[in-house]
């Protein structure tokens, strides 16, 4: 079964679970169910196969200066 990635309507709690597509669960929060099937972006790797995830978070959604995915731009 796939990870899909939800946001409950009812508490605005977001969660990811395994799940069919055809399948809608409960908020784990709440238990409500007007949840939100969420777009899921997947990362690309960064040059040299290092993930540029962990940087972005800790630098506020920007790479940091020693980051590979800025690698070229400077």
């Known amino acids: 079964m796939p990870l899909f990635a939800y946001r409950c309507n009812d508490c605005a709690h977001e969660f990811e679970t395994l799940s069919r597509f055809d399948e809608t669960p409960e908020c784990p929060a709440c238990g409500g169910a007007h949840v939100e099937r969420q777009l899921s ?17 800790m630098a506020g959604g920007a790479p940091c200066p020693s980051c590979p995915a800025l690698a070229g731009q400077m």
Request: aromatic share 0%; glycine share 12%; with cysteine.
């Open 41 to 57: 972006l997947i990362a690309r790797p960064a040059a040299g196969g290092e993930s540029t995830e962990s940087c972005a978070a």
